[in-house]
């Protein structure tokens, strides 16, 4: 009796932690909206940089990388990375914006930025779900963890049974 009680309390925290899915989303994609933002500005002020000394952004990535000194070669390299990250973070914020309530979560999952989401995971903010996406998820959680744990709990009853029935044999 006191284990079902465990395993239904149990169940309950994990529908709870499993409902913040839909939050934690959230919180990424606003993460994901301000990294975009200064990827952006920072490759426009390249730009323009670029563009004062006569040249769009390849050719100043291409000059910074053909100087002789090992640092200004270094900052070549940091902006073509910039602009290869703005590109892939761009396109999962399209992701996120094209994506219904579950999608975000196909979505996280599937384009997933370890930077952006160790920064979300940092400053996390649990929030009560009140929308379908989070009663869904946490009613999944619930279930997931309810019917596992009480697979686990119950199986060595289970084989104590079988063992009194002679289905199984005691070995040797």
């Known amino acids: 009796m006191i284990l079902r ?3 239904f309390v149990l169940a309950m925290m994990f529908g ?9 989303a959230q919180q990424y994609r606003q993460r994901l909206g301000g990294a975009v933002d ?12 670029a563009g004062a000394s006569n040249m769009d952004r390849e050719q ?27 590109t892939r973070l761009e396109a999962q914020l399209q992701d996120f914006s094209r994506a219904g309530s579950f999608g975000r979560l196909t979505s996280l999952a599937h384009n997933f930025d370890f930077g952006v989401a160790q920064r979300a995971y940092e400053t996390f903010e649990p929030a009560v779900p009140l929308t379908v996406e989070g009663g869904v998820t ?5 279930l997931a963890a309810l019917l596992s744990l009480r697979f ?7 084989v104590r049974r079988r063992r009194a029935r002679g289905r199984i044999s005691h070995p040797a």
Do not use: H, N
């Not at 070669?73 to 290869?84: F, L, T």
């Not at 686990?152 to 289970?158: E, K, S, W």
């Open 60 to 86: 100043g990535i291409a000059r910074l990388r053909a100087d002789p000194d090992p640092f200004v070669q270094q900052r070549g390299v940091r902006v073509s990375e910039a602009e290869v990250r703005a």
């Open 5 to 7: 009680r465990i395993v």
């Open 38 to 49: 200064e990827l952006q500005r920072m490759l426009a002020d390249f730009d323009r940089d």
């Open 152 to 158: 686990v709990t119950g199986l060595p009853a289970r």
């Open 16 to 24: 709870a932690v499993t409902s913040q899915l839909p939050e934690y």
């Open 138 to 142: 946490a009613a999944v959680g619930f």
